[in-house]
């Protein structure tokens, strides 16, 4: 009787200790906990006082606050795309179900321009914020001011 006792204390410690020992996983992003929101927007420059698009291919990115996915995300997700042949993007990101998701959309590219006759290499770089419900679109414009004249 008395060994049977012990066998039976071991059992159930070893139940608790594997039961206490298991390891948490975060909640998934599923298609039933997460929808589309839509990040649109043009890249363009002011030119002898006119609006001129960027060339085509400029790269742009969209990070996506994890934690608005619930208390086990954290960081952030990058996505991409590129501009369309008169500066235009689009590109859909996930958004929880019923909420709100937030990040920023970064611009980012190197372009030759001339001024009086001399050729230079100019960096342009912008970042704006972003807050989208889910199946809806935010509206993005990256406006370069200053003469730039395409090659």
Do not use: W
């Amino acid at each position: 009787m008395r060994k049977l006792f012990f066998k039976s204390i071991i059992a159930m410690g070893v139940v608790i200790s594997l039961i206490a020992c298991k390891k948490v996983e975060p909640t998934a992003i599923t298609e039933e906990n997460v929808g589309t929101a839509t990040i649109t927007g043009d890249v363009t420059y002011m030119s002898n006082s006119a609006t001129e698009a960027i060339a085509a291919d400029v790269p742009v990115y969209v990070d996506v606050n994890m934690s608005c996915f619930g208390d086990d995300f954290t960081g952030v997700k990058r996505y991409s795309t590129t501009t369309d042949n008169k500066g235009f993007f689009t590109i859909d990101i996930p958004v929880p179900n019923a909420d709100t998701a937030t990040g920023t959309v970064i611009v980012s590219f190197d372009e030759n321009y001339s001024e009086s006759s001399k050729v230079y290499n100019a960096h342009f770089e912008k970042a704006d914020a972003f807050s989208v419900q889910n199946g809806c679109s935010a509206y993005m414009n990256f406006k370069k001011i200053n003469y730039l004249y395409k090659q």
